[in-house]
C-alpha cells in the first residue's frame, strides 16, 4: 500500500496540529489559508487514513511529583513468534510501560517506563520476571535528565522530494 498523496495544505494542517491540538478549526483554517469546510474536509481524511491518530495532553511530569522514568532493554529467551506475542500482550496491560518498541539488533525490546521510584520499578520488573513471559535478560537505565522530548515529527524533512528519491 503506497502513502497518501500529501500536498503543502496537509502538511500545514498536520505541522500546526503537532503544535497546536487545541486550536479550533476556524483557527486552523485561517492558519492553513483555506476557508473552513474544505479545511475540515482535509481534517477528516487525514484522521481517515490514519495519519491523525488521535489527539491528547501533553503532561509534565515534573509538576506531579518526584516521578523516575527508566529505559529497559530486554531480550527473550526464545524467539518464536508465540513468545514475542505473549511478551507484547504482557506489556500492553501493564500501564507503567507507556512506551515499548520492538527493535533489531542486540536486544529484542526498548521500553519506557515510569515508576514512583526506584523502588516500585523493581516491584514492577519482579512482577515481569514472576509472569515468565520469557524475559532472558533486562539492562535498566534510569534517565537523570530529559534533554528532548515530546518533539513534533519533522514532516519537512521526512516528506520531503530529496528524502524519498534517497530512501
Not at 520499578?121 to 515468565?132: G, H, K, P
Request: some cysteine; overall charge negative.
Amino acid at each position: 500500500m503506497s502513502p497518501p498523496k500529501l500536498d503543502a495544505i496537509d502538511l500545514a494542517i498536520l505541522a500546526t496540529l503537532q503544535r497546536e491540538g487545541r486550536i479550533t478549526k476556524v483557527a486552523l483554517a485561517q492558519r492553513v489559508n483555506l476557508s473552513p469546510t474544505p479545511c475540515w474536509e482535509r481534517l477528516k481524511r487525514l484522521e481517515k487514513s490514519g495519519i491523525i491518530a488521535g489527539y491528547r495532553a501533553n503532561i509534565s511530569l515534573r509538576p506531579l511529583g518526584r516521578i523516575t522514568m527508566i529505559l529497559m532493554e530486554v531480550t527473550l529467551s526464545s524467539h518464536r513468534q508465540a513468545d514475542f506475542d505473549r511478551f507484547e500482550s504482557a506489556l500492553r496491560e501493564r500501564p507503567e510501560v507507556i512506551d515499548c518498541w520492538a527493535v533489531g539488533g542486540g536486544v529484542d525490546y526498548l521500553i519506557r517506563v515510569v515508576a514512583q521510584d526506584v523502588e516500585a520499578y523493581q516491584i514492577f520488573v519482579d512482577s515481569l520476571l514472576e509472569a515468565e513471559i520469557g524475559i532472558d535478560r533486562y539492562y535498566t537505565y534510569i534517565v537523570t535528565k530529559v534533554v528532548k522530548e515530546g518533539t513534533p515529527l519533522p514532516l519537512d524533512v521526512l516528506l520531503s522530494h530529496g528524502a524519498s528519491e534517497q530512501g
